[in-house]
C-alpha cells in the first residue's frame, strides 16, 4: 500500500493551495480517507474525514469553512482545497487510511503517507 501526498508548497497568508493524495494497493473506494498535519513541536493534529460510502465528511473546527475534503474514486485520489491560508496552518500535511480502531480523529490508522509541507509568510 502506498499513500503518496503533493501540492504542498510555500504560500502568502490569505493564499490558497490545493493537496493530493495518490492511494495503490488497496480498494481506495471502500477506505475512508483522512488528512493530518503536525507542526514542528506540535502534536499531529486531525484535519479532515471523509467516508467511503456515504459521503460523510468531517472537519475539525480549525479549518471548517477555509479547506474541502473530496475524492476521485476512479483516480484513486484524494484532494485537500485550502483556501484562506493562516500562518498557523504552517505544517507538513498527511494522508491516511485503513482506520483500525478509535475515531476518525484519534484513532490508529494502518497506512499514512510520506507528508508534504505546508508554509504559509505572514
Known amino acids: 500500500v502506498q499513500l503518496v501526498e503533493s501540492g504542498g508548497g510555500l504560500v502568502q497568508a490569505g493564499g490558497s493551495l490545493n493537496l493530493s493524495c495518490v492511494v495503490s494497493?488497496?480498494?481506495?473506494?471502500?477506505?475512508?480517507m483522512a488528512w493530518f498535519r503536525q507542526a514542528p513541536g506540535k502534536q499531529r493534529e486531525a484535519v479532515s474525514y471523509?467516508?467511503?460510502?456515504?459521503?460523510?465528511?468531517i472537519y475539525s473546527d480549525s479549518v471548517k469553512g477555509r479547506f474541502t475534503v473530496s475524492k476521485d474514486d476512479a483516480l484513486n485520489t484524494l484532494y485537500l482545497q485550502m483556501h484562506s491560508l493562516k500562518p498557523e496552518d504552517t505544517a507538513t500535511y498527511y494522508c491516511?487510511?485503513?482506520?483500525?480502531?478509535?475515531?476518525?480523529?484519534?484513532?490508529?490508522?494502518?497506512?499514512w503517507g510520506q507528508g508534504t509541507q505546508v508554509t504559509v509568510s505572514s
Open positions: 491516511a487510511t485503513g482506520l483500525t480502531s478509535g475515531s476518525w480523529s484519534s484513532g490508529i490508522y494502518k497506512f
Open positions: 494497493g488497496l480498494p481506495f473506494a471502500r477506505y475512508p
Open positions: 471523509i467516508s467511503s460510502v456515504s459521503g460523510t465528511i
